[in-house]
């Protein structure tokens, strides 16, 4: 039961809550932490006062928002989200004593279901479930007063899959690249558990050239930055990193290819100039949308809201209309709120070094890859809260690394009762 638990949360952070479906994740993590109360970990000095704080900047923030006069508390509940998500999480590695195999294994799953979305309806349109289509539409609509149209366009060559839009697609997609590339690289854990990776790794190509997604392109290529750095400093066999890297991707890319000549993908070539921005951005110049994004850098000239922020998503009335992370957490929480999240990250960052210092397992180096590639996308998007599921799924990989020692080998803090 624990374990199925377990395996029902990664479900609800990987799928359940792009669909605005909050109250099954939201309400599964209540029932958790009430079911487990005695034995929820408060083991990080810092992480608390983080958390403190957190809960703080939603009050003040959800005031703002009735200030504004704005109904929907988009602010205050998504940070709200990030210390419940985590404790649950943390309470559940706890409980159902999964080790990391079991982690990779329950992961890998669950992404090679949620990402097969993306060539399903790129490819296979007429089988592409029409309850998808319209929960796409009405998340649009609801986001940001967006007509159908918009989508119709994008899909006509773009692929969002069982997600709601390209972005986050594009960020599951980047998570699925780092946990199938650990799993091809270490491997211990059978010849099934390697054909499963190779699918998820697969699947997680497909995604970014189906999806267009820039962002997720520059994703993989800080990962695999991240990941051949610290393969110097951890891991032990660099040529078969190499090899294994370069294996997966040209096997990933030529079957995407062949597929979309087979299938005759007439919008193939639109994506690949999509995604042509993310190499010139890789060399130094900056593609249309990322010029945009620095036009969006607009600061406050409201004193509350520069010190509390206005609570108000972005891109609505009263809303900040920019895409820069940084900015819509300015104009969100305000200066201390920003400062709340730089710590937040910073504590993230610098906890995983000291956990991969001291297992030195390269299992820890996927967190740390998702971290950098958050810190870094802020300067196009917000994957710091739960707009796109970002701040449920970081929740997660820092419950992890909070929780190594359960996770490694085994040390709990104190024996689970029945």
Known sequence: MKSFELFFFIICIFVFPKYSFYFVPDFFCIYILLKYSKQVVFHNDLLKYIFAAIFLLATITFLGQIYYGVGKSFWAYHLLRIPIYYFAAITLLRVSQANKETLLKYMLVVLLVSLSGS??????????PKFFYDL???SFLDAGGLKQVAYDFDSSYRSSGFYTNFQEVGFVSVIGFL??????VDRKNGNLMFLLSLLVFMESIFGIIASGTRSAFIGVVISMIVFYVMSFLVFKNKKKFVYMTVFALLMSIILFFIISVLLEDEGLKSRLILLSGALLLLQGEAPSSLAKSFDQIIFPNDVWVMLFGNGIQPWTTFGVPSDVGYIQ???GMGIPGLIVFLLFYYLCIT???VVLKRTQDFFYVIPFALFIYVVIYGIKGNYFIGIHG???I????IAIVMGYKMISRQQFFRKPTK
């Open 136 to 138: 796409k539409v009405e």
């Open 390 to 392: 970002g701040g449920d």
């Open 351 to 353: 906890k995983n070094l």
């Open 119 to 128: 060539w399903i309806e790129l490819y296979f349109p007429e089988y592409f």
């Open 179 to 184: 946990i199938s590339l650990y799993c091809l």
């Open 329 to 331: 957490l300015l104009w």
């Open 394 to 397: 970081v929740a997660f990989f």
